[in-house]
């Protein structure tokens, strides 16, 4: 897929420092020294590379997908801005992406681990607390520095939002994720789970819809990052229903963490906790809603500096990938018509996108 290198152009405001720079691109790097023949294809504001820290590419609501339904995914991503993925958990392998150059860069969490019979069909291994540390290590070295757990689901006893997972195995098991240089994140709907996992050890909470207080004070204390997925919240109701007639009180739960969720991570947020845009693509949701997630953050009351941070920025800076649009940065950017500061609905119309320092579209 390697076109020739372009020598182009981009003048504008820059974020997230809102100086006005001109930025010329050799060779899929980012200059200030000016280029003579470099052709002009933007002017705007320009936004590091957006990031979806949260979706899934190589699932739908059945499980893996094929490699072409897998590229349509990534591509809408990538046309709606978002230039690096943080998969939290596929069935499929997708480690073939890496070699296109037109699509963006991912970073893998290998796939779910799941506890036997608690979580959606095909998507995860489901295996028992005593296989953790191993399955752990084993996604740990087949994804890009992060493991995903599923930290709680429906347990069929209680009927109700349960912890998959027994404080030791969490414990070991983060230990050895760690251990192999790699994050360990959770899906965490309820509040129950939560007080295990953050003991563990455990770099990020996913949706977090079951935050207290307490919970969160512990999460500043050791630095915890949360993906809230606000996007996806939206459809808790629909989960309730679905689980009505077998699980009342399933459903009550989760109407009621639906009913606080924008308070919830609005106190998160007003805590300090770092926050991070992701849209959970790929199960129900579909691919390229970046604007939308970051939008509905800021209705969770983050300000849009930081909203867009979460998605832009602040998410490169957590996931350790070229966050400044600087001298010798790689060239991945998305330049907007007008101020996404002033209205972040100009988000939803990228202007032009440059990937790898080639213009996309
Ligand atoms: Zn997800």
Redesign the pocket.
């Known amino acids: 897929m390697t076109q020739p290198a372009e020598r182009i152009k981009v003048s504008g405001v820059v974020l997230p420092d809102g100086e006005h720079r001109d930025l010329y691109v050799v060779d899929g790097r980012i200059t200030l020294d000016p280029v003579a023949d470099a052709d002009l294809v933007a002017q705007g504001w320009i936004v590091p590379g957006l990031v979806d820290a949260?979706c899934?590419i190589g699932l739908d609501e059945h499980g893996p997908v094929t490699d072409e339904v897998s590229e349509e995914q990534a591509l809408r991503d990538r046309d709606a801005g978002t230039l690096l993925v943080r998969d939290?958990?596929s069935a499929a392998d997708t480690r073939w992406i890496d070699d296109r150059d037109d699509l963006p860069h991912v970073i893998r969490a290998g796939r779910h681990l799941a506890r036997t019979r608690r979580y959606i069909r095909n998507y995860a291994h489901e295996i028992e607390p005593d296989e953790l540390t191993a399955y752990v290590i084993q996604e740990a070295k087949r994804g890009d520095g992060w493991v995903k757990l599923v930290g709680d689901w429906i347990e069929r006893d209680s009927g109700d939002l349960r912890p998959c997972w027994p404080a030791d195995a969490l414990k070991a098991g983060i230990d050895a994720a760690h251990e192999h240089g790699a994050r360990v994140t959770a899906?965490v709907f309820g509040a129950a789970a939560l007080p295990d996992l953050l003991a563990a050890g455990i770099d990020c909470i996913?949706h977090g819809t079951g935050l207290s207080t307490d919970l969160i004070d512990d999460m500043t204390a050791r630095g915890v990052a949360l993906v809230p997925t606000v996007k996806q919240l939206d459809n808790f109701p629909n989960y309730a229903a679905a689980g009505e007639a077998r699980f009342p009180a399933y459903a009550r739960h989760m109407r009621e963490l639906h009913a606080r969720r924008k308070q919830t991570i609005g106190a998160a947020y007003d805590a300090g906790v770092p926050i991070f845009a992701g849209t959970?693509a790929g199960?129900v949701l579909p691919h390229g809603l970046i604007a939308d997630e970051v939008l509905e953050l800021s209705a969770y009351g983050m300000s849009a500096f930081d909203a867009l941070g979460a998605a832009s920025w602040n998410a490169r800076t957590w996931l350790g990938r070229p966050n400044w649009l600087d001298e010798g940065a790689p060239a991945d950017f998305v330049v907007y018509d007008a101020d996404p500061l002033e209205d972040l609905s100009v988000l939803a119309h990228p202007a032009r996108i440059v990937l790898r320092g080639r213009v996309i579209s």
């Open positions: 949260h899934h939290a958990g899906h996913e959970d199960g």
